[in-house]
């Protein structure tokens, strides 16, 4: 398991990959700047849907997350974003 101090983040090639995936047109570049800026958004967003869904289990008294918590959670944390 990873250390809290560990910074774990996504990939730029796979944060890149997958936004270029959307574009219409072939010529359409994306900088290192905003490929940085979504990663990091994602890791926010992934973070905050780990936090939540902790404390929805814990408010459950379960001693584990599950998928139910994660799914609970979901509406107002798309909603937060």
């Given amino acids: 398991m990873a250390e809290k101090n560990e910074d774990i983040?996504?990939?730029?090639?796979?944060?890149?990959?997958?936004?270029?995936?959307?574009f219409k047109e072939d010529k359409t570049r994306?900088?290192?700047d905003a490929v940085l800026l979504v990663a990091e958004m994602l890791k926010v967003f992934v973070?905050?849907?780990?936090v939540r869904s902790q404390?929805?289990?814990a408010?459950?008294?379960c001693d584990q997350v599950d998928i139910e918590h994660f799914e609970k959670?979901?509406?107002q944390l798309l909603m937060d974003f």
């Fill in 9 to 22: 983040g996504f990939k730029k090639d796979t944060i890149s990959k997958l936004l270029s995936s959307f």
């Fill in 30 to 32: 994306l900088s290192g």
């Fill in 47 to 50: 973070r905050e849907a780990a």
């Fill in 55 to 57: 404390k929805q289990a």
């Fill in 59 to 61: 408010s459950e008294d």
């Fill in 73 to 75: 959670i979901l509406p």
